[in-house]
């Protein structure tokens, strides 16, 4: 049985930074597909950042330059460091671990950034 669970949310005022965990426990295949997504009040969840299978990484348009997506394989843990944060960050953010065999999500942790 795989969990992800995320922790590293909270509130932050606009220009401040907070760093997202997202703790692995479970087997799991090699060369996943690994993002955080995020979603907003009345808004569809939106891929925030990822790291590919193959090793690229991706990220919004919005986030680029601002939030960094990286792994301790080490720990099983995945981060999302997230800089220079606007009130337009503010949202839910998911992890999740994925490919073709299975496809796997946390329960989320709440980031609100004050203006």
């Known amino acids: 049985q795989v969990q992800l669970v995320e922790s590293g949310g909270g509130l932050v005022q606009a220009g401040g930074s907070l760093r997202l965990s997202c703790a692995r426990s479970?087997?799991?295949?090699?060369?996943?597909?690994m993002g955080w997504y995020r979603q907003a009040p009345g808004k569809q969840r939106e891929l925030v950042a990822v790291i590919r299978a193959d090793g690229r990484t991706d990220y919004l348009d919005s986030v680029k330059g601002r939030f960094t997506i990286s792994t301790d394989n080490a720990k099983n843990i995945l981060y999302l460091q997230m800089n220079s944060l606007k009130p337009e960050d503010t949202a839910v953010y998911y992890c999740?671990?994925?490919?073709?065999?299975?496809?796997?999500w946390g329960q989320g942790t709440q980031v609100t950034v004050s203006s």
């Open positions: 999740r671990i994925n490919r073709h065999e299975y496809d796997y």
């Open positions: 479970g087997s799991i295949f090699s060369r996943n597909d």
